[in-house]
Every structure is written in structure tokens, then in C-alpha cells.
């Protein structure tokens, strides 16, 4: 988790010392808790898959995590996207099991629960930018055009949107609620974002090519059928790579050197195999 960098925002603090004068400060922290364990699913979820959702940020009404989608695979965007809610359902079982064995912890507990399970479901609403909309996104993606698919998805976030915004009108008559009309806003706003959905950095982003500082030197043997999002899970800044990739039915190899190797990185799409990539054409095979 080296790489994972936490702000906070300015109006954190205000919404902090808010709930400090209205005396529900736990309340506040067991809410800012719960919002950072979804960020960290998705987090963990990227980095297993090979990208990077590196940058949270918590913010008044809980915490996000950005970056920018770079060669996203459909599949992989729909993994990410349900490790958040999946976080805090698995967080609220735990907890549920625990009072069964140590009732006393309910009283302690309980809010961690509804808490959990409150963030899971509203973020499995089919609605951009929650994560049930960034799922429906990414499964019609596989079905239809990406540009379609934001089609249908705007259309199903801006009616949601409208209904809360309606919803928040008739509230007016009875007792107001300002929640409802936030959220239906943070929904107007989903609308417009979707354009720019990009929401992963690839693992690339944190390695330094160029470096004043000596480094080691460490040579890696691949296969030339070795996908090239594998080697984001090895990779460390700290070290200069050669890369040696293996030739099938032979004893020739292609040697990549590390800005080869960087490139190829940067430049091609992480699901391609290394045999696949312009650095390996362009390389002439050495007998080993």
C-alpha cells in the first residue's frame, strides 16, 4: 500500500467540527471508516488486476478514490466496481456473526453494520457514477458499443436523478429533507461525468524511467506468451529491468532493455502478449 496517497478535503473538517457541536463525532468517524473501507476494495481489486486506484480522498459525505482508465478490459471494470459494495457487505456479515457469539458487541457495533450495508446498497444502484452504474456501464459495454452504453446509462441516471429532485420538492410540504436533494444533485452531476469515466491508473504511472539515483539491476525470463499486465505485479521503481523473453521451441531469446521494457508498458495494451508488442518485432531474436 505504499503507493495509495489519502487527502482530505477543506469541508471535512467543517463537517467534522458539525458533528463534534452536535455531539455525534463516533457517529461521524464509523461513517468516514466504512467509506474508506469501500475505497480500499476498490483499491485492492485494481491493484490485483493490474491497475491502480491510488488517490483517496474523503471528502464531507464520505471518501472517493480516483485515477485515469487506461486500456480497462470490461470484465476487470466490473470486478473493481463491485469490491467496494462487496467490502462492506462482507464487513457487515462479520459483525452480524459476532453478535451471535458476543451479544454484548451489538450495542457497540451496530451502526458498523447498518453503516455497511447502507453504503453497499445505495452504491448498487444502477446510476452513474455509483458503482452500480459503473457496472451496468461496463456489462453493456460488452454487449454494445461503449458510446451506446453511456447512452443508456445517462438516460437511467438522469431519470433517477429527476425522481429524487421530485422527491426533495414533496419533502418541502412536510418536513424538508436536504439529504435528498444532494444526492439527487451528486446524481445531475454523474450525467455529465460519464463522459470522462476514466477511473483506474495503469501501475506504470508510479515507475520512474529516468533516475539520478544508482539502482540495481534485475533481469527478469518471461515467456513471449506472457500477457504483459502480468509484469505490473512484479515491478518495483527501485529497480533497472532487463527483460529476457524466452522463445517457444527454441534456444533464441529477445533481450528488452528497461526503457524497452517501460514502453512497451506505457504504449501497448496490457492484454496483449510481449510476442504481440512492437518491441518484440522490432527486436532481432540472440542465440542464449
Do not use: Q
Not at 124 to 131: E, H, K, N, R, W
Not at 219 to 246: C, G, H, P, R
Request: charged share 15%; hydrophobic share 50%.
Amino acid at each position: 500500500m505504499v503507493d495509495l496517497k489519502i487527502s482530505i478535503h477543506p469541508l471535512f473538517f467543517i463537517f467534522g467540527l458539525y458533528f463534534a457541536f452536535i455531539g455525534k463525532v463516533f457517529s461521524f468517524l464509523i461513517c468516514t471508516l466504512v467509506a474508506v473501507m469501500h475505497e480500499l476494495g476498490h483499491y485492492f481489486a485494481s491493484s490485483r488486476l493490474g491497475y491502480k486506484l491510488n488517490k483517496i480522498t474523503l471528502m464531507p459525505y464520505g471518501a472517493i478514490i480516483k485515477g485515469d482508465a487506461v486500456n480497462l478490459k470490461y470484465v476487470d471494470e466490473c470486478k473493481i466496481a463491485l469490491a467496494g459494495p462487496m467490502i462492506n457487505l462482507l464487513t457487515a456479515l462479520i459483525f452480524t456473526a459476532l453478535w451471535w457469539f458476543i451479544p454484548d458487541t451489538y450495542a457497540y457495533t451496530d451502526l458498523v453494520v447498518f453503516t455497511s450495508v447502507t453504503l453497499a446498497v445505495i452504491n448498487l444502484i444502477p446510476c452513474y457514477p455509483l458503482d452500480g452504474g459503473r457496472f451496468l456501464l461496463a456489462t453493456l459495454s460488452l454487449f454494445i458499443t461503449r458510446k451506446r452504453a453511456k447512452k443508456v446509462v445517462n438516460i437511467i441516471s438522469f431519470i433517477f436523478a429527476c425522481l429524487l429532485f421530485a422527491l426533495f420538492i414533496y419533502s418541502l410540504f412536510t418536513t424538508p429533507n436536504i439529504t435528498i436533494l444532494f444526492f439527487s444533485l451528486f446524481m445531475f452531476f454523474g450525467v455529465f461525468g460519464i463522459n470522462n469515466d476514466n477511473s483506474y491508473i495503469k501501475s506504470y504511472t508510479s515507475f520512474i524511467i529516468n533516475s539520478d539515483k544508482p539502482k540495481l539491476v534485475r533481469k527478469i525470463a518471461v515467456s513471449e506468451d506472457t500477457v504483459i499486465k502480468e509484469l505490473f505485479l512484479i515491478i518495483d521503481s527501485n529497480f533497472y529491468y532487463e527483460i529476457e523473453v524466452l522463445l517457444k521451441n527454441s534456444n533464441h531469446s529477445i533481450t528488452l532493455n528497461n526503457n524497452e521494457f517501460i514502453n512497451m508498458l506505457i504504449e501497448e495494451n496490457i492484454y496483449l502478449k510481449i510476442k504481440e508488442t512492437s518491441a518484440f518485432k522490432n527486436k532481432k531474436p540472440l542465440l542464449l
